[in-house]
T-cell receptor, first 116, second 108 residues
Framework: NAGVTQTPKFQVLKTGQSMTLQCAQD?????MYWYRQDPGMGLRLIYY???????DKGEVPNGYNVSRLNKREFSLRLESAAPSQTSVYFC???????????????FGPGTRLTVL | RKEVEQDPGPFNVPEGATVAFNCTYS??????FFWYRQDCRKEPKLLMS?????NEDGRFTAQLNRASQYISLLIRDSKLSDSATYLC?????????WGAGTKLIIKP
């Protein structure tokens, strides 16, 4: 039981490049989330998916797109990376099928992204 | 004013001491409160939920003060392994709002 896995762990991009961050969970959770964490700031929600087939914007969605590929997988895509997107990205999942729910969230190990 | 505010610390505490820190929130309608722990360069993990009546889990005690709109975390008999950043999380308008965290360093 791996919990929540993310790939890659580290990535360096040049401005304008695109990439997709992958996330998978094996806990049969309904809801999945993408957050970014920047120094001195709390986690900020980028997008979430309350159930398979649905996605919704969070607090900071600009510059990102997501796909809930199936119940297990939720990917985050940066179409044209900018230096302001340098951050640590966390994927999370929770059991409850409701908005950004108040259920316990389980996090992946994170992706450290640097955009030059 | 930020919706959820925490003292960033660091709190430098000798091993065995008791330490407490607070988290203030701005939405008086908030109903759910949590403390998560985040080790350096790791992901956050749930430490405990905070209930209206307060709750205790071993050496950790969490309390809610609705009148003053803050939650607190008390750690007794602190261990070296308690060194981490403690994140306060509060629901607001069906979203979870995360504090920036309080860094705790336990010294031998």
């Amino acid at each position: 039981n791996a919990g929540v896995t993310q790939t890659p762990k580290f990535q360096v991009l040049k401005t304008g490049q695109s990439m997709t961050l992958q996330c998978a969970q094996d806990m049969n959770h309904n809801s999945m989330y993408w957050y970014r964490q920047d120094p001195g700031m709390g986690l900020r929600l980028i997008y979430y998916s309350a159930s398979e087939g649905t996605t919704d914007k969070g607090e900071v969605p600009n510059g990102y797109n997501v796909s809930r590929l199936n119940k297990r997988e939720f990917s985050l895509r940066l179409e044209s990376a900018a230096p302001s997107q340098t951050s640590v990205y966390f994927c999370a999942s929770s059991e409850v099928a409701a908005g950004p729910s108040t259920d316990t969230q389980y996090f992946g190990p994170g992706t450290r992204l640097t955009v030059l | 004013r930020k919706e959820v505010e925490q003292d960033p610390g660091p709190f430098n505490v000798p091993e065995g001491a008791t330490v407490a820190f607070n988290c203030t929130y701005s939405n008086s309608a908030s109903q759910s409160f949590f403390w998560y722990r985040q080790d350096c360069r790791k992901e956050p993990k749930l430490l405990m939920s905070v209930y209206s009546s307060g709750n205790e889990d071993g050496r950790f005690t969490a309390q809610l003060n609705r009148a003053s709109q803050y939650i607190s975390l008390l750690i007794r008999d602190s261990k070296l392994s308690d060194s981490a950043t403690y994140l306060c999380v509060v629901d607001s308008n069906y979203q979870l709002i995360w504090g920036a965290g309080t860094k705790l360093i336990i010294k031998p």
